[in-house]
């Protein structure tokens, strides 16, 4: 069975610093979507960042950027520059081929020291 | 930016009963998805839906749960007899084409709406 684990409950950073946020997941598949959705706290979901598996450049938007290590089956979020509106639940997700379901992690808590 | 809309924001209702919630998708979107998060637990999927029918489900979602687009803006789940255990979030989604296919193939991304608090009494 596809999982995905995050392994870090709660993290926390100083405003302006990096912050990486682990997941890895479980597949027998070689072509998947990979995901980080965030969700502050007004609950709604936003997606931050994609990956295709069969990409092997790491995917980026603005200040977030991915690790993708497709051996290791490892997909962490590296948060550069952290702001205060950064602060939120963090979920990875991955999506099998030909799937619609996304199958999520257990999602990180990241809070943004001033 | 349009978003996903979910009515209500909170439903008590005593066990047993049947609930409905309700979601308003991206209006140009056509795949819906229903995923629920119990308390201290991972998002789950329930369900995914296309041309009025289901497309996909997980093995939670069972003969008490169904989905219905009524008309062309909701998207309903409905629990018939509702136990203890169905107490969670409830988060609706939707998507414009089949993820891995259209423009962009697989970037199409699922859009969330706020969620529905449902608590069991």
């Known amino acids: 069975a596809q999982t995905v684990t995050q392994s870090q409950p709660e993290m926390s950073v100083q405003e302006a610093e990096t912050v990486t946020l682990s997941c890895t997941y479980d597949?027998?598949?070689?072509?998947?979507?990979l995901f980080w959705y965030k969700q502050p706290p007004s609950r709604q979901m936003i997606l931050v960042i994609r990956?295709?598996?069969?990409?092997?450049q790491n995917a980026t938007e603005n200040r977030f950027s991915v690790n993708f290590q497709k051996a290791a089956k490892s997909f962490s979020l590296k948060i550069s520059d952290s702001q205060l509106g950064d602060a939120a639940m963090y979920f990875c997700a991955y999506r099998p081929p030909g799937a619609q379901k996304l199958v999520f992690g257990q999602g990180t808590r990241l809070t943004i020291n001033p | 930016e349009p978003e996903v809309t979910q009515t209500p924001s909170h439903q008590v209702t005593q066990m047993g009963q049947e609930v409905i919630l309700r979601c308003v998708p991206i209006?140009?979107?056509?795949?819906f998805y229903w995923y629920r998060q119990i308390l201290g637990q991972k998002v789950e999927f329930l369900v995914s839906?296309?041309?009025?029918?289901?497309?996909?489900k997980s093995e939670i979602f069972d003969d008490q749960f169904s989905v219905e687009r009524p008309d062309g803006s909701n998207f309903t789940l409905k629990i018939r007899s509702t136990k203890l255990e169905d107490s969670a979030m409830y988060f609706c989604?939707?998507?414009?084409?089949?993820?891995?296919?259209?423009?962009?193939?697989?970037?199409?991304?699922?859009?969330f709406g706020d969620g529905t608090r449902l608590s069991i009494l």
């Open positions: 839906f296309y041309n009025n029918e289901i497309s996909e």
């Open positions: 597949t027998s598949e070689s072509d998947y979507y």
């Open positions: 209006s140009n979107h056509l795949y």
């Open positions: 990956q295709e598996a069969y990409k092997q």
């Open positions: 989604a939707s998507s414009h084409n089949r993820p891995g296919q259209g423009p962009g193939g697989s970037n199409q991304p699922q859009h």
